[in-house]
């Protein structure tokens, strides 16, 4: 008499035959034995409510360990940036030192090359000195010379000759005196001249060496502050990556907000508190390797991007078909 109304309850038949899209979405994920387990428990109550429970939990917990890891990797790579940013100082600071040293060193050389050169200038004089005390003995022999042939000429005494004679002997003998104490001192002054010389030469050669090593710490410390700069560029990266995560941790909030449950921001705290921040035992050697951690970092981060977005719309056709449910 009256038409049998047509069962039109959600199956899982009905899943599969109306959203074959949805069942593959579920079977993608890690837990999906889980969720498997709960479809049969499902069709033994008749009710598929307990199968979008099982897998909004599956899907919120695989989301939290992605979550969790994203954050551990670019927590690591903040410590292995500051890491290097330490010992790029250090080393500049080490650099700087030591061309203040190699400066100081400089400015007392300058001051011994003045000093060296004050003393060329001396010694043509020194020079000119010695050569004139040289023929000096002569003049004055001459001179006598001839001042006692006009004594002898004048006067044929032979007690003034002897006496002359002796005055002569005795001259002759100072101004030989001289002469000799003069050459001897003269000598000294030429090898002192050229010691100096030799010193001046091998001061010169060091301040070029200096000069040398100069060049090349500047060079050095040059090629750290690009690296510095480099750096400083991946920090401006590693902001952007930042805005990735925290577009996970509002996808995190609104599954909280599906499943009823007001915890989820306390879990997060707690979970930000427990992070691990062990210390990396290896520090990052060339910056290359850090870019090319960055840039694998910025492909997970698209990915985790591409897979909520799938979760997304998994987790809408999972609450579609139980509002139908429900209606039905």
């Not at 695989?62 to 690591?76: A, G, H, M, P």
């Not at 003995?137 to 007690?159: G, S, T, W």
């Not at 990915?303 to 139908?324: A, P």
Request: glycine fraction near 4%; aromatic fraction near 6%.
């Amino acid at each position: 008499m009256f038409e049998k109304k047509k069962n039109t309850r959600v199956s899982w038949n009905y899943l599969k035959k109306k959203h074959p899209d949805l069942v593959e979405d579920l079977k993608a994920l890690e837990q999906w034995e889980k969720i498997k387990g709960s479809v049969v428990e499902a069709e033994g109550i008749g009710d598929y409510s307990i199968v979008c429970l099982t897998a909004i939990t599956e899907v919120y917990k695989e989301l939290k360990s992605r979550v969790e890891y994203s954050i551990d990797q670019v927590e690591n790579l903040n410590m292995r940036l500051e890491s290097v940013r330490s010992e790029y100082e250090q080393k500049y600071n080490r650099l700087e030192k030591e061309i203040k040293g190699l400066e100081d060193r400089i400015e007392q050389l300058e001051r011994e090359t003045l000093v060296l050169s004050n003393l060329n200038k001396v010694l043509p004089r020194i020079n000119e000195l010695e050569e004139r005390l040289e023929y000096y003995p002569i003049e004055v022999a001459n001179k006598l010379k001839d001042i006692y042939e006009e004594k002898i000429e004048e006067e044929i005494n032979r007690i003034l000759q002897e006496r002359l004679k002796e005055l002569e002997e005795g001259l002759r003998r100072e101004a030989l005196g001289v002469s000799v104490d003069l050459a001897k001192t003269l000598k000294e002054i030429q090898s002192h001249y050229e010691d100096i010389l030799r010193e001046n030469y091998s001061l010169k050669e060091e301040v070029k060496a200096k000069n040398r090593l100069i060049a090349e710490l500047k060079q050095k410390i040059a090629t750290l502050q690009k690296q510095l700069e480099t750096v400083e560029d991946i920090e401006k990266e590693l902001g952007k990556y930042r805005e990735a995560i925290d577009e996970l941790t509002s996808i995190k909030a609104f599954l909280t907000g599906l499943t009823g449950t007001n915890d989820t921001e306390e879990a997060l705290r707690k979970l930000k508190e427990y992070v691990p921040r062990t210390k990396v035992r290896q520090l990052v050697e060339e910056t290359k390797k850090l870019l090319v951690q960055i840039e694998e970092l910025k492909q997970k981060n698209e990915q985790l991007r591409e897979e909520n977005s799938k979760l997304n719309r998994t987790l809408e056709e999972l609450m579609k078909g139980k509002k139908e449910e429900e209606e039905v």
